[in-house]
């Protein structure tokens, strides 16, 4: 049988046993934080088997794409030294979701191996846990199988775990004997020998592991199998040959044209044993992960997952050394796997130049590092050696990392193969303090901190959150919220209006108020569906209290919204101009500025940026009107043609954000009504964020404006700028009384830290230090990142001013409104009414516009003035009441005119109110006390 019959067949058996034969599942989890890369079959099932999701089947089956590189599957250092494990492979899996359980399992899959696919059953055995009589006698029962091949084994092997807490059970393993003639002992069942090797394993999940380690029975049991799809190709393979020849996953068709493809591109024979195999076979294990995860949406990055798939580049770069290739050639493989795969997966089809553009890409720039790194790399061996050790040191090391972009298991491969070490403890500590000097580069900002995993906070959500959980901040700001539960600093309620980060769009920030506290919250994270506050401080909730406020840092969010809206026009824009295949690769939406990273080869040129520029300026001055779709089903959101994130996992209802026929998205974020609220738009820069893959930074509205005013800065003006700006930040903060200082989204200590961080800024340029090691003059590159890193600095110092500034104009505006009353109270009485002269604090004529405004409505009968100082120039407002206008023909715009004389300037305006300006604030008390004498005057 050929591997594509052996897919078949298995999808064809479980459809006649009535599954629903599915598609695999994205191997890049979007949903999933908690997970680098799907792998294993039931990923896509986990909220099934939790109670928390439902299907419209309870009997599927499917092969899913699996990556196992990191976390608790890792079996990365096996591949290509032996032959069955991959980093990407295919798990064939039929499930049961309360329908049938441990008999038919069994049956079936007995059936599957022995009958339809005829293995020998004199080579099979089979494994159950230790104390699981019930499957062990189904062996017995539903099955011929040798009764001596049924063994016991316990945890470690035959209770299947998803993970500290959750879903569990019992499983049963099928294993092969792969020896020539079949006489396996007992003793090599589990005992990691490629003659005897597992190929499906069954589990049967009856349990629920609670946050204490107790098992609880669940209400209905699953069955969730899995079944390596290379090892059952690899199997049948050597069961044609008479099981002569030794079982391997590269001797099946599912890997020979690959290998065939290696050889012609190296000239070297697979199969003489030695290096050039393992290489081989390494080669044709890694381009797969890389073409099936660069197809579902990742790319290779500087951490998380982007980070495996970097090192998996590099590992394959590094082995086709071994075969004397010094010239990208892993993406000369895509090609090969495409033919041979995108019948089942057309993923790989469809996105064919991308992951070809991907992989050269990456390959190119680090070959200009290799071969430099594996010479650092002798001299370090050798040095070792002449110190009569067996281990690289871990100075070495890391600049093997630092500067050769070698990765810390390609360093300890190398070493390997030499039968030496690397001195992980010293390396890891180099690394940590590596960390720890980008973390404090990075924004001072505060940073987010959840007390305990994400893990734990899922166990702490209780059951039936997820369903009942309402995001209300679409439409408020503000609002009651129901607490639900509130451990340390995270707090979960039933509603909110803080939307969680997600989507590129950070989350909001803001206060809980409940009677007696305010407390502050720094970040909103996503756990499963339901959006999680993170508080300032931990915070020990009152019993009671299952109620409290929840209100949003309003201009932050308005800011946010107008960089979301502002990227949707610039991805409809970046399309208009370059193409229809741009698409999303990236994005982040912050209050200060907006990050878009596209598929695109080349660079964008000026022409084209300012075309882009404008189409998106055009749009917001159209002041469009948002279509907000919301719970639409997703099928309908596909016809309204809304464009979507490629292997994003969209549930089924989906919300679609459009403005016109301009642009349509899917969409979860949060936007501003129409796009005029954007104001303006400008491209900061544009560069290159991976291979194939183009980055553009952009601010709107007030950040524009800023940017636009320090572009002609020079960078020691710049520097200077930055520090008047902390300066005036402290002095604003000063001014604030103490209780409402606390609850201002930055805190003194933020403002020092940014402050400290310009000073070693400019240490470090004066010292001529850069960072960074990139290819085009790393010199110019570290002093750009400086500049931006400046600027960025300034930004957010504006932003922080703004919002200080608003603060200090609301809290004047509050305590001059409550002082007057008294001010009327100390009115000098004139004629039957009253006259008001006094000095105020207001932020802009604005407020003491509104604050003469209120004095006139409490004056009763009366004439009002008042003056304030505002940025060294005085301010005067005069109000009049109705009956004075009327019976004694009394104006206000004639009184301030006056007045301002007094103070050497002018002004005028309506009888009721009228407002004037002056220079000398030296006068400012003349001119108060000659209002009376004015008034008098004109009675
Ligand atoms: P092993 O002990 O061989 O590593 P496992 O116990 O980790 O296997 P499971 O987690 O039970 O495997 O996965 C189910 C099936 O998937 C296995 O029976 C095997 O056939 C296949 N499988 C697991 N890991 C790999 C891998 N790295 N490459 C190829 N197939 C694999
Ligand atoms: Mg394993």
């Not at 896509?44 to 299907?55: A, D, I, P, S």
């Not at 409290?548 to 946010?560: E, G, H, W």
């Not at 954000?657 to 974020?669: A, D, I, L, P, R």
Request: proline share 3%; glycine share 8%; hydrophobic share 40%.
């Amino acid at each position: 049988m050929t591997s594509r019959e052996i897919r078949q067949s298995f999808l064809d058996f479980f459809a006649s046993k009535q599954h629903r034969i599915i598609a695999s599942a994205p191997v890049i989890p979007h949903g999933d934080p908690t997970l680098l890369f799907t792998n294993a079959g039931m990923n896509q099932f986990k909220e099934v088997f939790l109670g928390t999701g439902k299907r419209d089947y309870t009997r599927v089956a499917d092969t899913q794409k699996c990556i196992r590189v990191s976390g608790k599957h890792n079996d990365l250092e096996e591949v290509g030294r032996d032959t069955y494990h991959h980093t990407f492979f295919e798990m064939l899996g039929n499930w049961s979701f309360g329908d049938y359980y441990k008999p038919e399992a069994i049956a079936w899959a007995w059936e599957l191996l022995t009958d339809v696919w005829k293995l020998p059953k004199q080579r099979l055995w089979a494994t159950v846990y230790r104390t699981d009589d019930e499957a062990f006698e189904l062996w017995k029962s539903v099955t011929d199988i040798d009764h001596s091949h049924i063994l016991r084994f316990d945890e470690k092997d035959n209770f299947w775990e998803m993970g500290e807490t959750g879903p569990c059970g019992p499983c049963s393993e099928i294993h092969i004997d792969l020896t020539p003639s079949a006489n396996a002992s007992a003793s090599l069942v589990n005992a990691g020998n490629p003659q005897l090797i597992e190929i499906w394993n069954l589990v049967f999940i009856q349990h629920n592991r609670t946050a204490t380690g107790r098992l609880e029975n669940l209400p209905t049991k699953h069955v969730d199998t899995g079944m390596g799809f290379e090892r059952v190709c690899s199997v049948m393979n050597a069961m044609d040959s008479g099981f002569r020849r030794p079982a391997s996953n590269y001797d099946s068709d599912v890997f020979t044209p690959i290998i065939s493809r290696i050889s012609e591109i190296s000239g070297r024979k697979y199969g003489a044993g030695g290096e050039a195999d393992i290489a081989m076979r390494v080669i044709a294990d890694h381009i797969r992960a890389l073409t099936f995860a660069i197809a579902d949406g990742a790319l290779p990055a500087n951490e998380g997952r982007g980070y495996v798939l970097r090192r998996i580049l590099r590992r394959g770069a590094r082995f086709g050394r071994n075969l004397g290739l010094h010239e990208p050639f892993l993406y000369k493989l895509v090609a090969t796997l495409v033919s041979t795969m995108s019948h089942v997966f057309p993923e790989i089809k469809e996105h064919q130049q991308h992951i070809e553009r991907v992989v050269k890409g990456e390959e190119e720039s680090f070959n200009q590092t290799l071969d430099r790194g594996l010479e650092i790399f002798e001299e370090a061996a050798k040095r070792a050696q002449g110190l009569h050790s067996t281990t690289i040191s871990g100075e070495d090391a890391f600049r093997l990392y630092d500067t050769f972009g070698f990765p810390p298991d390609l360093t300890l491969l190398l070493a390997r193969e030499r039968g030496m070490s690397v001195d992980e403890k010293v390396f890891g500590s180099l690394m940590d303090r590596q960390r720890e000097r980008s973390r404090e580069s990075r924004e001072a900002e505060a940073e987010t901190h959840i007390s305990g995993s994400k893990d734990r906070i899922r166990d702490l959500i209780k059951e039936g959150t997820e369903e009942k959980f309402r995001f209300d901040g679409y439409d408020l700001y503000e609002e009651e919220v129901e607490v639900q539960s509130a451990v340390e600093n995270i707090v979960f309620a039933l509603n909110t209006p803080f939307y969680a980060e997600s989507g590129g769009q950070v989350g909001d920030t803001g206060r809980l108020t409940i009677p007696g506290h305010q407390l502050k919250v720094i970040d909103t994270q996503k756990s499963g569906k339901v959006n999680v506050h993170i508080l300032a401080s931990p915070f020990e909730w009152p019993r009671d209290i299952g109620k409290a406020f929840a209100s949003i840092d309003v201009p932050r969010r308005l800011a946010i919204m107008r960089n979301h809206t502002a990227t949707h026009l610039l991805h409809a824009a970046l399309r208009q101009v370059l193409g229809a295949h741009v698409h999303q690769a990236g994005s982040l939406v912050a209050p200060d500025h907006l990050r878009f990273d596209f598929a695109h080869f080349a660079r964008v040129s000026e022409a084209e940026l300012s075309e882009i520029e404008n189409i998106v300026n055009e749009r917001i001055r159209e002041n469009i009107r948002l279509l907000h779709h919301r719970d639409i089903p997703f099928a309908e959101a596909q016809k309204m043609g809304a464009l979507m994130f490629f292997g994003d996992k969209y549930g089924d209802k989906v919300n679609v954000v459009q403005f016109g026929e301009f642009s349509k998205e899917f969409c979860g974020g949060t936007h501003v009504k129409s796009t005029g609220e954007i104001g303006f738009f400008k491209i900061r820069s544009e560069s290159s964020s991976a291979s194939g893959v183009r980055r553009i930074d952009a601010v709107t509205d007030d950040f524009a404006a800023e940017y636009l005013r320090i572009q002609g800065k020079t960078y020691d003006e710049r520097v200077e700028y930055a520090h008047s700006l902390a300066a005036e930040i402290l002095k604003l903060w000063e001014s604030l009384p103490a209780d409402q200082n606390e609850n201002l989204p930055m805190t003194r200590d933020a403002v020092s830290r940014l402050d400290r961080g310009l000073s070693r800024f400019e240490d470090a340029t004066e010292k001529g230090e850069v960072a960074g090691t990139g290819r085009l003059g790393p010199l110019f590159e570290g002093l750009q990142r400086k500049f931006h890193e400046l600027e960025d600095r300034i930004l957010r110092l504006s932003e922080m001013k703004k919002a200080l500034e608003k603060a200090a104009a609301k809290h004047h505006l509050d305590s001059a409104l409550s002082d007057i009353d008294e001010l009327v109270r100390k009115g000098i009485p004139v004629d039957g009414f009253k006259i008001v002269a006094s000095s105020v604090q207001a932020g802009d004529m604005e407020a003491l516009k509104s604050i003469g405004d209120t004095l006139r409505a409490r004056i009763g009968s009366g004439v009002g003035l008042l003056a304030a100082v505002i940025e060294q120039k005085i301010a005067l407002v005069c109000v009049v009441s109705d009956d004075l206008i009327k019976s004694k023909n009394i104006q206000a715009g004639k009184i301030v005119a006056a007045v301002a004389k007094v103070v050497g300037g002018g002004g005028g305006g309506k009888p009721h109110l009228a407002t004037a300006g002056g220079k000398d604030v030296s006068r400012l008390d003349e001119a108060l006390k000659s209002l009376e004498g004015v008034v008098r005057g004109m009675l």
